[in-house]
Nanobody, 125 residues
Framework: QLQFVESGGGLVQPGGSLRLSCAASGFTLDYYAIGWFRQAPGKEHEGVSCINSNDGNSYYADSVKGRFTISRDNAKNTVHLQMNSLKPEDTAVYYC??????????????????WGQGTQVTVSS
């Protein structure tokens, strides 16, 4: 019953934009920190961006600062990741996940409990 559904991935040219969405069912996102993680071929999971449950404080990986923006809409039980100026190295499977309220600060995969199935993002010309 506890599920995330990611959407918005696809194929985009370098320099383009995508907006990922993560809709939750079975629980309410306002009680959790939410993170976006990605796994590129041959790489471990990376914390891309995390947001806390109350004040909107957020974390961004150095590789995406200034290009990606995380946001949440608790009324719709949905989290978004706006990705601009995409680069080929952004190619990965992107996952949303929920964890304890404090987990946004470190944005580490081990702290997050509930995971979606992922959506593929491919940046290529």
């Amino acid at each position: 019953q506890l599920q995330f559904v990611e959407s918005g991935g696809g194929l985009v040219q370098p320099g383009g934009s995508l907006r990922l969405s993560c809709a939750a069912s079975g629980f309410t996102l306002d009680y959790y920190a939410i993170g976006w993680f990605r796994q590129a071929p041959g790489k471990e999971h990376e914390g891309v961006s995390c947001i806390n449950s109350n004040d909107g404080n957020s974390y961004y990986a150095d590789s995406v600062k200034g290009r990606f923006t995380i946001s949440r809409d608790n009324a719709k039980n949905t989290v978004h990741l706006q990705m601009n100026s995409l680069k080929p190295e952004d190619t990965a499977v992107y996952y949303c996940a929920a964890g304890p309220r404090t987990s946004w600060y470190r944005c580490r995969v081990g702290a997050f409990d509930y995971w979606g199935q992922g959506t593929q993002v491919t940046v290529s010309s």
